[in-house]
């Protein structure tokens, strides 16, 4: 079955270009020869789109393994929510949500997972051999599809920005990741792994300044930013901060606000996601931003290869480059005060 890359490498244009075309996004400027050349290809090569008539009657799932109250008010995981039932509706597919793997029904032919999943919930998709494809992360590559921001890609980007204004003094603030089989938070996370091991390489990483809350949400940020400003005075602090989410620089943000530290001119911040509210914070979030709709709809045209096709696809893990957005907090030139 033809795939999205298979178009891409014969258009010559960008998967996620091929994608939006393919699915019909009318946000997405592009010259009408760019849309006729792939559209040409993928009847040349008989593409099915996800809105397709072998697709409408399957019914689909949703599982996502996140803390229930980091999903009320981490705004990047309601964004995702909102854009699987906006994409559902507009093509017409039958999702369904579920709380986690056991509960699914037998007549669901394929699943989107997003949080993190215990050896459980994964064995029990093992056995069973559930189609499905992760969204914002993957337990094992070797095994399971996914489509993710390219966390690699965005942490190196962000300290070659820091090194760039010559920061030899970098700090990072992150969280624990929810895993909802073992009702508990887990320390263990990628934005981090990325920044020690860079920031390492380059020689900017200093242990004292890595603070990790309980979890990404703005009230978890505040705490930090009050913990922080607690232990180190306004001429300690590093020169800037990589954030791994915007809810957390939101917190900090704050937090910092009460205590009059000015950012970015005492220290900058970089943050992760790009959500709504990053261009109202005071000052505006810089912060790479994830194009949710595009994941989503890869995901989706994943999923749908692997049902029409199950026995001839191997695992996949498509990396989605972040866009670094500057705003305030870290902008393209910082003013001498």
Known sequence: MTTIKEIALKTGYSSATVSRILNNDQTFSVTDSTRETVQTVARQLEYISVGSNQFLDINLAVIFSINPD?????????????????????????????????????????????????????????????????????????????????????????????????????GFIGGKLWNKGDNAFQFDDLRRRYFESYAK???????????????????????????????????????????????????????FNEENISVPYTTAFISINDIEVAKFSSPSLTTFKINIDDMINEALNLLHQRIINPKTTSPEVVLKSPELIYRETFPRKIDNR
């Open 70 to 170: 980091e999903e009320l008010e981490d705004v990047y995981y309601v964004k995702m929510r909102e854009i699987i039932e906006a994409t559902a509706k507009k093509s017409g597919l039958k999702i369904i949500f579920y709380k986690n793997v056991m509960e699914l029904s037998e007549n669901v032919r394929g699943v989107l997972l997003i949080g993190k999943f215990n050896q459980d919930a994964l064995n029990e998709i093992i056995k069973k051999e559930i189609i499905c494809v992760f969204v914002d992360s993957n337990p094992n590559p070797g095994i399971f599809t996914s489509v993710q921001p390219n966390l690699e890609f965005t942490i190196t980007r962000a300290l070659n920005e820091f090194r760039s204004r010559n920061f030899t003094k970098v």
């Open 201 to 255: 390489e380059i020689s900017i990483y200093s242990k004292e300044f890595v603070f990790i809350g309980s979890d990404f949400s703005t009230s978890s940020g505040y705490r930090i930013g009050k913990k922080i400003l607690n232990a180190y005075s306004e001429n300690e602090l590093p020169q800037a901060f990589l954030i791994g989410s915007d809810s957390l620089a939101i917190g900090v943000l704050r937090a």
